[in-house]
């Protein structure tokens, strides 16, 4: 993620395709979370993706912030959105959560989400000053950009466990995977490294995730179970 520089024409088209990537990564768990509405519970879902997501975006915030670019504002407003709908998905786990889940999901958010950023901003904006303080919160955005594209990751061991992907979220994988191959070219474009970097693993882990997906895709074929049941579980798998 970074800013759009109008002189280089494909920088502008990877940086407004990023942009939709990243929109459309906000909006693809809206159906794991209807689900969880539907249901009314938060089965095998897990809240670390979204969490670390929130943590992201508040950091490329504060980031652009510093960078005081007048094209920040680009920056600003995609991840202002993020943490409105991610904010919003947390609000649904919790208020569907198992009593455990709910507390440790509360319990990140406060140690996490707000001291974490407490004890990163402070320091930072106090100690620190001009180009020093924008590059360490660049290397601090890049380690955390990381952490988005992992934290779906951790669904991949209860995948292979169970030999079903129904509970790895497919559409945030996929789309998390569409955004890093497109800010990895902007990025490359700007000659920006806090952008570049976490999207070559980023890209990488999505590929991953994609290829795992495949290979324990849900099977909705039960030529023994009754036809309901199959719908059912057809129509759940499609999240």
């Known amino acids: ?24 990564v906000f909006l693809s768990p809206i159906p794991t979370f209807y689900r969880i509405w539907r249901k009314k519970s938060t089965e095998d879902f897990h809240s670390i993706p979204y969490l670390t997501a929130l943590f992201s975006a508040m950091l490329w915030i ?10 920040a504002i680009l920056l600003i407003t995609i991840n202002g959105l993020g943490c409105i709908f991610k904010s919003t998905y947390i609000a649904i786990y919790i208020t569907y959560a198992p009593k455990q889940a709910r507390i440790s999901t509360l319990k990140l958010l406060f140690l996490f989400n707000f001291l974490g950023f407490c004890s990163m901003f402070l320091p930072s904006y106090f100690l620190v000053k001009g180009l020093q303080r924008v590059q360490i919160v660049g290397w601090i955005c890049m380690i955390f950009s990381l952490m988005v594209f992992a934290a779906p990751l951790s669904v991949v061991r209860l995948v292979i466990r169970t030999k079903s992907a129904e509970f790895m979220p497919f559409f945030l994988s996929f789309f998390l995977t569409l955004s890093a191959f497109m800010w990895l070219f902007y990025g490359l474009l700007l000659r920006d490294w806090y952008i570049t970097i976490p999207n070559v693993p980023g890209l990488i882990l999505g590929l991953l995730q994609m290829v795992l997906y495949v290979v324990y895709r849900p099977r909705t074929e039960h030529p023994n179970t009754d036809n309901k049941t199959s719908c059912d579980q057809s129509n759940e798998n499609k999240v």
């Open 1 to 24: 993620m970074a800013f759009i520089s109008t002189h280089i024409p494909w920088l502008v088209i990877f940086g407004v395709l990023g942009n939709l990537s990243s929109f459309v």
């Open 62 to 71: 504060y980031y652009a912030l510093l960078k005081s670019s007048s094209d």
